[in-house]
């Protein structure tokens, strides 16, 4: 049964810093992961979709890694502004079910 | 155009009422999702639609839990006799197709509250 970790459960930076967030799972035979932001009282917003066969996405400041091998997944948010403040879900597709596994999320605040 | 929409956004049911959870997904959307998140805690799975057809339910948490799509476009998600480890907001995602790696769009949630 594939499980998705993330750490830490929350982190607090001034801005302007770059920051990792962490995500890993226990099932290699992923089809994709996912990167979601989520503001409170609001649903999940798509940031970065990484394909099985790739190694990283970007978008803008914001950067994921995938090693499958190793099972880990990185989130980079590069010189974090206050307006970065969310929570973050990883969230891995098992096989070719689509549905998404899901972290219990890295909740970030980011201070003037 | 127009995202994911749910109703109602916030319920409050007494424990044993029924309720229904209703989902508009973006149209056309072919596939259509169905999550339960608990405060503090990530989404969990609790079914699949491919048009009108339920290909996955294996998340439902008990047989109190009922969904449909019988258009294949909106879906509902019932809960008979709520009880209160059933509060958590319950979000909908669809996506465009079939195919497993597609981005989920999400709606705002519903948050459902059993006193």
């Known amino acids: 049964k594939q499980e998705v970790t993330q750490i830490p459960a929350a982190l607090s930076v001034p801005e302007g810093e770059n920051l990792v967030l962490n995500c890993s799972f226990t099932?290699?035979?992923?089809?994709?992961l996912q990167w979601f932001r989520q503001d409170p009282g609001k649903g999940l917003t798509s940031l970065l979709l990484?394909?099985?066969?790739?190694r990283e996405q970007t978008s803008g400041r914001l950067n994921a890694s995938l090693d499958k091998s190793s099972g880990r997944s990185t989130l980079y948010i590069a010189a974090s502004q206050p307006g970065d403040s969310a929570t973050y879900l990883c969230?891995?597709?098992?096989?070719?079910?689509?549905?998404?596994?899901f972290g219990q999320g890295t909740t970030l605040q980011v201070k003037p | 155009g127009a995202g994911v929409s749910q109703s109602p956004r916030y319920k409050v049911a007494k424990r044993g009422q029924d309720v229904a959870l209703r989902c508009d997904p973006i149209s056309g959307h072919v596939s259509l999702f169905w999550y339960q998140q608990a405060l503090g805690q990530g989404p969990e799975f609790l079914t699949y639609?491919?048009?009108?057809?339920?290909?996955?339910k294996s998340g439902l948490p008990s047989d109190r839990f009922f969904a449909e799509r019988p258009e294949g476009s909106v879906s509902t998600l019932k809960i008979q006799r709520t009880q209160q480890e059933d509060s958590a907001v319950y979000l909908c995602?669809?996506?465009?197709?079939?195919?497993?790696?597609?981005?989920?769009?999400f709606g705002p949630g519903t948050r459902l509250l059993v006193l």
């Open positions: 639609f491919q048009n009108e057809a339920q290909l996955d």
């Open positions: 990484i394909q099985s066969s790739q």
């Open positions: 099932d290699s035979a992923i089809y994709n």
């Open positions: 995602a669809s996506s465009e197709s079939t195919s497993p790696g597609e981005t989920q769009y």
């Open positions: 969230a891995a597709v098992p096989g070719n079910t689509g549905k998404l596994i």
